[in-house]
Nanobody, 115 residues
Framework: QVQLVESGGGLVQAGGSLRLSCAAS??????VGWYCQAPGKEREFVAA????????YYADSVKGRFTIFRDNAKNTVYLQMNSLKPEDTAIYYC??????????WGQGTQVTVSS
């Protein structure tokens, strides 16, 4: 059974930091990433990393502020979010892809950045 368990969301002031975690289990995944969805908006890509940790991908809006990395011993992918802005406020979802054959979503974790 595939499980993606997210944690680490919360309320932070602008300029602050949060670290999101996604513990992935039940399948070998080719890549794991994060998406966010703000109220009234489409879900959009934030960052992703291949499971070997060789290649990282970022949305332009988070480059230089967010870092994605993984701990294979814990089967966990992290999203370190620094210099947070109010416009980063959204529900953040973990996404795992299994070599293009299957795709999975976590339950989401709320990130709120106050001005």
């Amino acid at each position: 059974q595939v499980q993606l368990v997210e944690s680490g969301g919360g309320l932070v002031q602008a300029g602050g930091s949060l670290r999101l975690s996604c513990a992935a289990s039940g399948r070998t995944f080719s890549s794991v990433g994060w998406y966010c969805q703000a109220p009234g908006k489409e879900r959009e890509f934030v960052a992703a990393i291949d499971w070997r940790g060789i290649t990282e991908y970022y949305a332009d809006s988070v480059k230089g502020r967010f870092t994605i990395f993984r701990d294979n011993a814990k089967n966990t992918v992290y999203l370190q979010m620094n210099s947070l802005k109010p416009e980063d406020t959204a529900i953040y979802y973990c996404n795992a892809d299994s070599f293009g054959k299957e795709n999975y979503w976590g339950q989401g974790t709320q990130v709120t950045v106050s001005s």
